[in-house]
């Protein structure tokens, strides 16, 4: 084991302050839901609290204080369980939400979606850390990596959720690219997940929907476009100031989810260009911490997984806000620390502790 240092104090800083600040904004978004749902305005608040958290807080501490490397020996097993849980989903233990079998419900329900991101971009890098001298070949590199990625896809489409199969493939093709992966076999597995994007757009119709809507002008504001026009009329109302914490009128029975995919609708209105600015470039500041450590990491593990785990929360932010604004069709994806969901928030701390264990061990102050 490496002679330990102090940590990257700024990158946990940075992961707590965002945290903070989507607790904060989940309050003011939640508030009448919760209100409506349970008689309980803070029900959504607590929960995540709870749920997200607390248990993400154990999970950040315990992950910053155990040597990441012994992380590498339990990689497959890690990823066993998670598809193993993937597959319970489809089980009496698996819970159906608007049409969607994405949970589990035991004492409490949680998605195995969440948990199977980590433990598979722990796997990936595991994995081509073994073979950094064999990744360029068909047969050890681009053959087997594919056939990982055809059986995450599996799960992924059972499960109808395409957005976060995007990011788990992002990811995954990014540190496959970091591996120093051959560009033809890269290129090979892109234009196959354009294919199979594509093919998913075609085959299901709420899907198609979400892609036609992006393509038009907004002309079924009532129908088919109505959740991209609520969003939008929630950010242009925001102007540059915001109308005041807790004054989004969009959060009343007019946006659809805005404590979750849609929350950064709710944060637009509420603080304006100003307040939006400020939170992307504090997931900006969070992108280049992140490849800062990877940068200085002292092992192609290390490298390659808080690269992997830094990209993941990036490209899921990216996403999320672009679908909001209407750069992308509109996606199911939630905006990471910040929209309600207490397994993605106890799953991301626990990440994050991952990566402020590995910055104890960097080669330099990252």
Not at 270 to 278: K, T
């Amino acid at each position: 084991m490496r002679s330990s240092h102090a940590p990257d104090y700024l990158f946990i800083a940075l992961v707590w302050l965002i945290t903070l600040i989507g607790l904060a904004c989940l309050l003011s978004a939640s508030m009448i839901m919760g209100k409506n749902n349970f008689n309980d305005p803070f029900y959504y608040f607590k929960h995540q609290l709870l749920y997200g958290g607390a248990i993400g807080l154990v999970g950040f501490f315990l992950l910053s204080k155990i040597y990441y490397r012994r992380l590498e020996k339990l990689a497959l097993p890690f990823l066993l369980i998670g598809i193993i849980l993937m597959l319970l989903v489809f089980t009496p233990l698996g819970l159906e939400v608007k049409g969607a079998r994405r949970w589990i419900s035991l004492p409490f329900a949680f998605q195995p979606s969440e948990i199977i991101k980590l433990v598979f971009t722990v796997y990936l890098a595991a994995w081509i850390s073994k073979r950094t001298e064999k990744i360029k070949t068909f047969k050890e590199g681009f053959f087997p990596f594919l056939l990982f990625l055809v059986m995450i896809s599996a799960l992924f489409i059972m499960q109808r959720s395409t957005s976060t199969l995007i990011i788990i493939i992002g990811t995954a093709l990014i540190i496959f690219f970091l591996g120093r992966a051959k560009l033809l076999h890269i290129g090979i597995i892109f234009l196959l997940g354009i294919a199979l994007l594509a093919g998913l757009i075609l085959v299901r119709p709420y899907q198609t929907d979400r892609f036609l809507s992006f393509l038009s002008a907004g002309d079924d504001p009532q129908g088919r476009d109505y959740h991209i026009s609520q969003a939008l009329i929630a950010i242009g109302s925001g102007g540059l100031t915001g109308v005041g914490f807790g004054n989004a009128v969009s959060k009343y029975n007019y946006l659809p989810e805005p404590m979750g995919d849609s929350i950064f609708a709710v944060i637009a209105q509420e603080f304006g260009f100003i307040g939006v600015l400020i939170l992307i470039s504090l997931y900006l500041l969070f992108l280049f911490k992140g490849l800062s450590i990877s940068k200085h990491s002292p092992d192609t593990f290390s490298q390659l997984l808080s690269a992997g785990l830094t990209i993941m929360v990036a490209l899921q932010a990216f996403i999320n806000i672009a679908a909001m604004s209407k750069l992308i069709p509109l996606t199911g994806q939630p905006l990471p620390f910040i929209s309600y969901g207490g397994t993605s928030l106890a799953v991301l701390l626990t990440s994050m502790g991952i990566i402020v264990n590995i910055s104890k061990y960097t080669k330099k102050t990252a």
